[in-house]
Nanobody, 119 residues
């Protein structure tokens, strides 16, 4: 019954920006870590960013540090990924995910939203 729905993907030129949103429902996520992952054809799913819902502590893959920002809105139960200075290599399907904080693997996943960055 937990649902994660991503939105905000699209086509942008290199150097542009996009803001992805993940609408979370079905439970209270206070004890969860929310994450963003991405995947391109022929490659494994890659961790992008995460945020502890309660503390707000964040983590990023090195390739997006300084360019992407993950955030959450407690009132709206949403998680956002602000993506600036986009590069063609950022092109991927981006997925929202959630895991109970003591778990290593993510428990819930969204359907994904396509981000395409042209050179």
């Amino acid at each position: 019954q937990v649902q994660l729905v991503e939105s905000g993907g699209g086509l942008v030129q290199a150097g542009g920006s996009l803001r992805l949103s993940c609408a979370a429902s079905g439970r209270t996520f206070s004890d969860y870590v929310m994450g963003w992952f991405r995947q391109t054809p022929g490659k494994e799913r890659e961790f992008v960013a995460s945020i502890f819902w309660t503390s707000g502590s964040t983590d990023y893959v090195d390739s997006v540090k300084g360019r992407f920002t993950i955030s959450r809105d407690n009132a709206k139960n949403t998680v956002a990924l602000q993506m600036n200075s986009l590069k063609p290599e950022d092109t991927a399907i981006y997925y929202c995910a959630a895991r109970f904080w003591v778990n290593t693997k993510y428990d819930y996943w969204g359907q994904g939203t396509q981000v395409t960055v042209s050179s």
